[in-house]
């Protein structure tokens, strides 16, 4: 295994796998996240499978939080095997993993010379139980299924491109209450994921007791920073039936009435006025679930 990695809270470069691939021509799997929610980026995960291809491996992905939140194509940009979540911008019930498989992976994995050590996790033989042999590989887990069925036709009903554009809107309101706030965002715009923004706490501000004070007094859940973030950022998703404008301007109100208890000033009103005008000029579409 090769790990490549990048600055965190940017992208990372096709030009790095590109070398790499170059530099290791026995590559046989390019492994690649879509939505990293740890640093709050997006990666251009078209880009990479076009260039594992071209140097004869296959393309994985985790698209876990990407997966009804923002653009994803699996067929258009000739993904081998693509896995996400139920929970995130589905909004299912969590437990349950969907997975795509191109014609390319299902033949790998039919014909691998060796095959894998995991009952559990085998794919041809998970492949065998949906197919129409359904050949007995385990118990199903009925009501997880039936809630992810339910989750996907919400979505579907909703129309993919309008939930994506939901998120996108809903995410550049957010950004603009924050900025007037005079909050950083260290993710640079273009590199940045609407279902979660990351956000750099000022100099002075406890982490640990802000998200605290979050949930206590506004019922407010936002996420710690990690790695070289750890302590140093929050970050706050959008993702599913919660990415609404109610939830924005909730998030806004908290913080202005929070950061100045910890030293931080801050203007009334300046963030909600803000995020207004940018939904007048990016609407939110509507979402009736």
């Known amino acids: 295994m090769v790990p490549l990695r990048t600055?965190?809270?940017r992208s990372m470069d096709p030009h790095v796998l590109a070398d790499a691939l170059q530099e290791h021509p026995e590559t046989q799997l390019v492994v690649g996240i879509h939505a990293e929610t740890s640093a709050g980026t997006l990666h251009p995960?078209?880009?990479f499978a076009r260039l594992a291809h071209e140097a004869g491996a296959m393309f994985m992905?985790?698209?876990v939080t990407s997966l009804a939140g923002c653009e994803l194509e699996f067929d258009e940009w000739d993904l081998d095997f693509a896995y996400s979540g139920s929970q995130k911008c589905l909004a299912a019930p969590p437990g349950i993993s969907p997975v795509a498989l191109s014609e390319r992976g299902l033949d790998y994995i039919r014909n691998r010379p060796k095959p894998p050590t995991s009952w559990y996790l085998d794919l041809q033989l998970i492949a065998d139980y949906w197919g129409p042999d359904h050949i007995a590989h385990h118990t199903a887990p009925v009501s997880m299924i039936y809630g992810l069925r339910e989750a996907v036709g919400m979505a579907l009903n909703e129309?993919?491109?309008a939930r994506w554009e939901r998120h996108a809107a809903?995410?550049?309101a957010l950004r603009a209450g924050l900025r007037a706030l005079n909050l950083e965002l260290p993710v640079p715009e273009d590199e940045r994921l609407d279902q979660l923004t990351l956000v750099r706490?000022?100099?002075g501000v406890d982490d640990v007791k802000l998200r605290n004070q979050l949930l206590d007094e506004y019922s407010i859940e936002v996420g710690r920073g990690l790695g070289e973030f750890a302590g140093k950022i929050i970050r706050v998703g959008l993702m599913g039936e919660s990415c609404v404008p109610a939830n924005v301007f909730a998030l806004l109100n908290a913080l202005e009435k929070i950061l100045p208890e910890h030293g931080f000033?801050?203007?009334n009103g300046v963030a909600a006025a803000a995020a207004?005008?940018?939904l007048v000029k990016h609407p939110s579409p509507l979402f009736t679930g």
């Open 7 to 9: 600055e965190w809270g």
């Open 45 to 47: 995960i078209a880009e």
């Open 61 to 63: 992905t985790d698209v």
């Open 159 to 161: 129309g993919l491109s």
């Open 170 to 172: 809903n995410a550049s």
């Open 201 to 203: 706490l000022p100099k």
């Open 265 to 267: 000033e801050v203007a």
């Open 276 to 278: 207004s005008a940018q």
